[in-house]
């Protein structure tokens, strides 16, 4: 069974100049040990997306849709059940460690209070498992890690010890939202290879949010493309990103600087820029910059189809048919 | 290092900030009864021509004070007292103190350190204390009571100005600005200071708020405006004399309490306008 | 001679624990028409380095020369008229632009008469942008204001301090492509400063690797990617995922970048390097001349040889 399955997602969001949509009818299932990336420029709403789930829209949001996590909807739980869920069962792992960690407080502190919490273990206990989680993320010296605070430690390690929070109540969901942009790839290979043994240990389903596909390329069982607050394309890593199918995924694969290809020619940029929520293009959200588009790209959404071998496509011309 | 907010000024349909329009609207009420006061009052605030301690009627909707003066007439006459003054006084104040700030900004070193220990030497004392002797020293009267007020409330705007001076003097469109040829002054006037602005207008805004209460404080303590102009500090302090008769300080205070809280909720918005936090757009 | 010339730079910051040595004897050189990457970790010093390069930062040692003249670090006066022509363009994109001030009076700051237009187009933007003001502007178009208002000073050579860092794929691959174009077309020298190696390898000409305030490695851009004769640089083309689909997990490079305060002893990049053996802890490998126009820190390579290959063992988390 799925541990987390989203259906018919919608969040309109206030803004000054009235409600916009964001996110426009989502869909996808996450399964437990598996890594579900989700892929998109600034914008797609692909942050937004999972924020809704966990109730941690601005006020005057609205939302539909539902999800499925264990037997309960997440979008309709009352607020203080869905804080209990979300802070046992569900995870999350943002960009900038330094702004989910507690400047002040230690991090045996921080890690203690929230096993001790959630878990309602004595002192000893909780203080027995935080070293535990310290050395499973790879903190060296786990012991006196405890009694250090955040800003002593480096971007890679507070993602790390970030990571150990957020384990800490052995959840069955963990969102990582561009958890490695703010790092160096030298550190950001380290946290991405901890994610992926993290996952088969502990039989986490994990949401990986990332603009990055090489990232996801690397670590991501199945892929979603995101653009302007629909998924366009998704299926199986390899599917998705060997033969993207989408033109909109083709041509974000083909803007990457590929190692092995000639480093002569120019990058394949894609013309224009993506749109911002508000003012999404009627029809495809993708047709202006589209080099394939037809008649009806202007005038109707392409629905997500199924496009065989558990791929999904919504495209109207599906000009990379195999 | 974050720059000064994205000055993103949208302020969307009305009803979205009622607070800045409920101010906008009560400031606006009390300047057109300041200018038009003398066809407003029904009659003369200084006459004393109708029997003492009458308390609100239709004749007298304020009801008169102890000498038999039109206390509605009066709390109207007021307005032309109290805001021109306070407006004048901040806008002193506002100018001495960003320019003096400016200054310890842009220059640093000795400079700054000097005209900085005037400030925090000002800041020392709360500012009714220093406000009280400075006024006592002049001399009472409403003149000394204002330059009294000026003394006590130019350091905040000095402190303001040379915080953003020096943070926008280090940010990166400055130093571009630098590299393109510009000299040190011309990014001060073109880049710096335009920036500065807007959040000294917001300090100042709120800071009117604070001049009407200390000089109606002034005023009460018997060291601004003399009797028997009809200033709402003094009209507020010959009230608490008379407890019986209520609306002869009531309503002068309620004048008060109405122009200072519009002044807040203006200066509030104002700042929420500037705020980056508060301005930013929807992104992910 | 190179336009811009860095000889043996060192910058110091006084902190609050003392002094910090962020750059350590740095040099490095940009032709005009030619693109210099400069590539390292974040704390290696290159922003640092592309300061003093400016003169935006005072340098306590080495020399920076534009076009034969000494670069002076900014001081309240207008910089000199022929320094001028050396530029920088920021990391940020929202940080500098004034937010108050339209584009087209911005891009004129360089020289006024300019024609901002033709700059404009130049980079890519609608005419009407200058009338604008840079908040209406994505972050793409902004840093392409920037480059416009830095071209407008008819510079031989810009430095670019992580221009593409904070852009999507499809806007960086549009910049990456402009910088390569402006490059040729205008003859003008960039040093592009990075942490990105993948797109570096796709822009730049030559490429100097930085660790911890020094050079480590200094190439053409094709065989320092194929053979890296560093094991950092190595380190760093590892790291790097690839969009492949394959499901290959990047190398990590073990350990963190020292506090530049407490360098280490001999090699600085001995505690995170596979291959460090007894000489590495105790004396510093000096920048050795390898055949075929390449430079390395290593003493794994032999001065004048062509780079002797690294054989690496790999997957530490």
Known sequence: MSTLAVEGLRVRLPTPAGEVTVVDGVDYEVQPAEVFGIAGESGSGKTISMLALLGLLPDGSSVEGSARFGGDDLLTMPRRRLRAVSGRDIAMVFQDPFTSLHPMLSVGRQLTEHVRLHLGLDRAAAEKRAVELLADVRIPDPQTALRRFPHQFSGGMRQRIAIAIALACRPRLLIADEPTTALDVTVQAGILRLLDRLRREHELAVVLITHDLGVLSSVADRVSVFYAGRIVESGGREDVLRRPRHPYTRALLDALPHPESEREQDLVAIEGAPPTPGAIPPGCAFHPRCAHLVENCRHVVPPLLGAGEGRRLACHVDPFKP | MTVIALPRIRLGPAWRQPLAVAGLAIALAWIVIAIFAPLLAPHSSLAQSFPASQSPSWAHPFGTDELGRDVFSRVIDGSRVTLPIAVVLVALAATIGSTVGAVAGYFRGVADGVLMRLVDLVFAFPPIILAMVVAAVLGRGLFNAALAIVVVAWPSYARVARGLVLQVGDSEFVQSARLLGASSRRTLFRDVLPNVAGPILVLATLDLANAILLLSGLSFLGLGAQPPKAEWGSMVAEGTQYFQWWWIGTFPGLAIFTVVLAFNFLGDSLRDVFDPRTARRVEE | ?317
């Open chain 3, 1 to 317: 001679m190179s336009a811009l010339e860095l000889n043996d730079v060192v910058v110091d910051y006084h902190g609050r624990g003392g002094r910090v040595r962020a750059v350590a004897g740095a040099s490095l050189a940009v032709e005009r028409g030619r693109i210099v990457g400069l590539v390292g970790e974040s704390g290696c010093g290159k922003s640092t380095l592309a300061r003093a390069a400016v003169g935006l930062v005072a340098t306590s040692g080495g020399t920076v020369t534009f076009e034969g003249r000494e670069v002076t670090p900014l001081r309240r006066r207008a910089r000199p008229a022929d320094l001028v022509r050396l530029q920088l363009v920021f990391q940020n994109p929202y940080s500098s632009l004034n937010p108050r001030r339209t584009v087209g009076s911005q891009v004129a700051d360089g020289s006024p008469g300019v024609d901002v237009a033709e700059l404009l187009e130049l980079v890519g933007l609608p005419q009407n942008a200058a009338r604008r003001f840079p908040h209406e502007f994505s972050g793409g178009q902004r840093q392409r204001i920037a480059i416009a208002r830095a071209l407008a000073a008819r510079p031989s050579v810009v430095v670019l301090d992580e221009p593409l860092a904070s852009l999507d794929a499809s806007a960086q691959a549009q910049l990456a492509n402009l910088l390569k174009r402006l490059s040729r077309d205008l003859d003008v020298g960039l040093l592009l400063i990075s942490h990105d190696l993948a797109i570096v390898r796709h822009v730049a000409d030559r490429v100097s690797v930085m660790y911890l305030g020094r050079m480590v490695e200094t190439a053409l851009t094709g065989p320092l990617w194929d053979r890296p004769a560093h094991p950092y640089s190595e380190a760093l083309i590892a790291a790097v995922p690839r969009a492949d689909g394959a499901g290959t997990l990047p190398e990590a490079l073990p350990g963190e970048v020292p506090d530049p305060a407490q360098p280490p002893t001999g090699c600085r990049f001995h505690p995170r390097c596979p291959y460090a053996f007894a000489r590495c802890p105790v004396e510093e490998p000096p920048l050795l001349s390898l055949a075929g126009d390449r430079a390395a820190a290593c003493w794994l390579q032999e001065a004048g040889r062509p780079p002797a290959q690294l054989a690496r063992t790999g997957g530490v988390e």
